[in-house]
């Protein structure tokens, strides 16, 4: 008898889409694409030729639909939704997936950072072993080589707002990522005020900053931890001590699987199996929050307050204001 698969339905043929997600599943031993839901046959992107959606159904094998209510409304039986549209879509799709009753397992956020083996020990580490005390400080930082990206004025899915957005760019595109290491690593040991100012084109220099050197530290009462997620992984440490035997097994513990650790939890939660959520709806609502606070406070120069609720913000923020990245 063959092994189950995970019968998942891709929502999105972009650049991200098809340079990412659909490889990734494709080529994962307990995945199947069973739909791709595009509403453009014919998808563009700035950065390089996209394929047609009939090319991808046949690439891929598999139906593909131009709205998510069709798809829902066929007879195929879906495991779980990989929504990788527009920012501005997420939440119209998603809550489109919640009320067709894909819910039961999991509600994952793919912040690919936080499902690594060494952002899941300092996740550990703070907030649930609590080795390292009460959380008074967290300074964060992220160098990604992607102005390319964000300069480029026809990438309009990545410069511009849409719909009722707040803001698109490096805020959303980026930033969105390093809060939710914060959030997931610190959880409700934060404060909930923002203080945010954006610079301008000036303040920027000529070439992207080199990728791959990410620095984390959350310090605390008790110690601190240091964390260097990206590429290469430097270690953890604690002021007060080095790092015993379960500190370092959490550091090296990652189950082999086809594609990253982000994918392998959401293709083990949509077959019902035991899944790490390194980014759930309390770590996306946390991330909403704040930045959404940075950018009024940006915007009145004042310190803004977050919406109610644990973990919602965080002091000293600082980003990047042009019209093209707000």
Same mark, same amino acid.
């Given at each position: ?76 039986? *879906?495991?779980? =939704? &990989?929504?990788?549209?527009? +920012? %501005?879509?997420?939440?119209? /799709? #998603? ?79 980026? *930033?969105?990522? =390093? &809060?939710?290491?914060?959030? +997931? %690593?610190?959880?409700?040991? /934060? #404060?909930?005020?923002v ?14 900053p ?29 002021r ?38 390194g ?13 959404d606070?940075?950018?009024?406070s ?19 923020v ?9």
């Open positions: 008898m063959s092994q189950r698969k995970a019968r998942i339905a891709v929502l999105g043929a972009g650049w991200w889409s098809q340079g990412w997600h659909l490889p990734h599943l494709s080529r994962h031993s307990e995945a199947e694409i069973v739909a791709i839901v595009e509403p453009n046959p014919h998808p563009r992107s700035a950065i390089n030729e996209l394929e047609s959606t009939a090319a991808l159904g046949e690439r891929y094998g598999c139906p593909v639909f131009s709205s998510l209510a069709d798809a829902l409304a066929s007879p195929l039986r *879906l495991d779980g =939704l &990989l929504v990788c549209t527009s +920012h %501005a879509s997420h939440f119209e /799709l #998603g809550i489109a997936g919640l009320r067709a009753g894909l819910h039961g397992l999991a509600f994952l956020i793919n912040n690919t950072a936080n499902y690594r083996a060494q952002s899941r020990a300092a996740a550990a580490l703070v907030r649930e072993r609590r080795r390292v005390g009460r959380v008074q400080h967290v300074q964060c930082c992220m160098h990604s080589a992607l102005l390319w990206l964000f300069d480029d004025p026809s990438n309009e899915g990545w410069t511009r707002s849409t719909g009722r957005m707040s803001g698109n760019g490096f805020g959303w595109g980026q *930033l969105s990522h =390093l &809060l939710a290491f914060v959030f +997931h %690593a610190a959880g409700g040991q /934060l #404060g909930k005020y203080s945010a100012r954006f610079f301008g084109d000036e303040a920027r220099p000529d070439t992207a080199p990728s791959g050197l990410n620095p984390h530290w959350i310090r605390d009462s008790g110690g601190m931890v240091w964390y260097q997620g990206m590429a290469v992984y430097e270690g953890l440490s604690r007060a001590g080095g790092l015993d035997a379960d500190d370092e097994a959490a550091g090296s513990a990652r189950r082999a699987g086809t594609g990253p650790e982000s994918l392998c939890s959401f293709v083990d939660a949509c077959l019902g199996r035991e899944h790490y959520v980014a759930g709806a309390e770590v996306g609502l946390a991330v909403v929050r704040a930045i606070a940075m950018y009024r940006a915007r009145s120069g004042r310190l803004e307050a977050c919406a109610p609720g644990e973990g919602a913000g965080i002091v000293g600082f980003g990047v204001e042009a019209d093209k990245w707000v």
